[in-house]
């Protein structure tokens, strides 16, 4: 296998990995601020509760996420030299403005967030959880710019091979941006909702901290029921701007080798690249060219019209099935759940157990979908890494492809070890939640020694 497959592979390893983190920190955030403010509202132990508990998971999953984009940094510079060398003048500011505005703001404020409650007033607390929330939201925009632009590219010009930012507004805002970072933001706090639901379905089934599982159980099937519907609407944009601007993903994801008019919807297919045609098909006849088009007769532009400058099919046809299949199964379920919870009062001992099993099953689903829409994004983009104006195969190293396939072994190693790590530390956590928010506990008990000491001393 030559070096450019191998480093390929490798940082979709490492890109795979490092997306189920940010997946769940940048929604994760906010919840934890609604956490907050309800509790400030109501005084319900409850939700002070469920906050101590999800930010314990919120430091997890930013801390994992941390490490893995450190790695990915290292990448540009070990097996893709030839992009910074070419788009640098675009994409190191980008990556400089993420950490400078958006990881700082995190960092810094995380530590309070984790450790002030009790230390500092409830008002400077609220604020930092706020800030926190705020910087892994900045953190997407400012990567998703980067990403979508390598996508649509804008607001440049290339002199003697090396790409000028000529507008950063264009830069920024480039044609596939508004959607890409609103479909992210979304697929997150998707993600976060059933990690939510599962999450608190676990604890009820275990009979672990009920009231505050109840309330995590009620906003992640709330907020999973309004927001899929809002998803689709937003997938349907984003896969008409992509019709527009990269056509030949959009023939990919469709599996349409010459172009057509009333393309058929491939329910299910083997796309064979060889034969340059679908085995085992089952299609919906003119469905692909209304769903993109809005037009039963429209035209779909096949594989035909892109010799040599298309991805390769069978992984964005099929990565892109799992990813609206995930999210047509996503949609059943909130729905479904939160109609059985709604008759059941939302009643810790009427929930049918169906429905809670059923829930933690599907506690990691927002990963499957993200990933394939990721492996749809990333491998419909080849073979270019900046489409339509930089290849692939120009920018990758000239390192060994023996050292590239070892160090790929080892990243897959360690990436399968950390995430059974993860999922079995989240499993603790739910099971035994007491254990989790003891520190809390105590940090409370500490405070309020010092106010029944402080208020002795001035008597």
């Not at 390192?399 to 790590?421: G, N, R, W």
């Amino acid at each position: 296998m030559d070096a450019l497959v191998l480093a390929r592979m490798q940082f979709a390893a490492n890109i795979t990995f490092h997306i189920l983190f940010p997946t769940i920190s940048i929604a994760l955030g906010w919840l934890l601020l609604f956490f907050r403010w309800r509790w400030l509202v109501t005084h319900d132990n409850a939700w002070l509760n469920v906050y101590r508990f999800w930010t314990k998971v919120f430091a997890l999953s930013f801390a994992l996420g941390v490490v893995s984009g450190i790695t990915m940094s290292f990448q540009f510079g070990t097996n893709w030299p030839g992009f910074m060398e070419k788009a640098g003048n675009v994409a190191g500011p980008l990556l400089a403005y993420e950490v400078l505005t958006a990881f700082f703001l995190e960092a810094g404020f995380l530590g309070i967030m984790l450790f002030g409650h009790g230390r500092v007033s409830e008002r400077i607390h609220l604020m930092a959880t706020f800030f926190v929330a705020f910087g892994t939201t900045m953190s997407a925009f400012w990567i998703l710019a980067l990403n979508s632009w390598m996508q649509t590219p804008a607001g440049h010009e290339i002199v003697d091979g090396v790409f000028h930012v000529t507008s950063w507004a264009e830069v920024l805002f480039n044609p596939s941006f508004p959607y890409r970072f609103t479909h992210m933001l979304i697929a997150s706090a998707l993600t976060c909702a059933f990690l939510l639901a599962g999450v608190s379905a676990w604890q009820l089934l275990r009979g672990s901290a009920r009231a505050s599982a109840l309330l995590g159980l009620r906003t992640g099937l709330t907020l999973a029921a309004l927001l899929i519907p809002v998803q689709i609407f937003v997938g349907d944009l984003h896969g008409l701007n992509t019709l527009e601007h990269q056509p030949q993903k959009i023939a990919a994801m469709e599996g349409v080798w010459k172009t057509v008019k009333g393309a058929p919807l491939l329910l299910f297919a083997l796309p064979d690249d060889a034969a340059r045609s679908n085995r085992f098909a089952l299609a919906v006849p003119g469905l692909a060219s209304f769903i993109l088009t809005h037009d039963f007769a429209g035209e779909i532009k096949g594989l035909d019209a892109f010799p040599g400058a298309h991805p390769p099919v069978l992984p964005v046809f099929l990565a892109f099935r799992v990813m609206v299949g995930m999210g047509m199964l996503m949609l059943a379920v909130s729905w479904g759940g939160w109609w059985l919870a709604r008759r059941a009062r939302w009643q810790a001992e009427r929930l049918p157990r169906a429905l809670l099993w059923v829930l933690a099953a599907m506690t990691f689903s927002g990963w499957v979908a993200t990933v394939a829409g990721w492996w749809v994004t990333e491998i419909g983009r080849q073979p270019f890494i900046v489409y339509g104006l930089l290849r692939t195969a120009d920018v990758v190293s000239d390192v060994p492809s023996t050292m590239i396939a070892t160090t790929l072994a080892m990243y897959i190693t360690l990436y399968v070890a950390l995430i059974l790590a993860y999922v079995s530390v989240i499993k603790y956590m739910a099971e035994k939640p007491e254990q989790v928010t003891a520190t809390d506990a105590l940090d409370q008990v500490e405070q309020r020694k010092a106010e029944v000491l402080g208020t002795g001393a001035r008597a």
